[in-house]
């Protein structure tokens, strides 16, 4: 008997602050269709998460200068569930694709826990919706 094992995308992103969709960087928004409409968006030091009507857009600075970017789509209609964990410190979402790949998302203190409970919206009507 064989097994296949998966590599993680990502080893996962750590939230720190939301973003005003005036201040994200044109090159992201160069990626989104004509009718995506964005809903929240968080960013790290470097990386930046996108949660529009359709998908969960993230993307991964990588090398020294900032040079590498590394893109990541994943449509809510490709996650099979779901993990939610609010707590004092973190919030920290674990997403499972029908691919098997787990991502995981953490919003750290300094995010307001209204954006974290909004995303956990957009996340369950979506999941609930396909």
Avoid at 27 to 36: A, F, G, R, S
């Amino acid at each position: 008997m064989a097994y296949l094992k998966f590599r993680p995308l990502t080893p996962g992103f750590d939230f720190i602050s939301t973003l005003n969709t005036g201040d994200i960087p044109e090159e992201i928004t160069d990626l989104l269709l004509n009718d995506e409409k964005i809903y929240v968006a968080v960013k790290t030091i470097r990386d930046v998460g996108i949660f529009t009507n359709k998908r969960i857009l993230l993307v991964d600075v990588k090398g020294v200068f900032g040079k590498r970017k590394e893109y990541f789509s994943l449509p809510y209609n490709s996650i099979s569930t779901f993990n939610f964990l609010k707590g004092r410190i973190q919030t920290k979402i674990k997403i499972v694709a029908d691919s098997g790949h787990n991502i995981t998302l953490r919003f750290l203190k300094s995010i307001d826990s209204k954006v974290a409970n909004e995303v956990y919206m957009i996340l369950t009507n979506k999941v609930m919706d396909k």
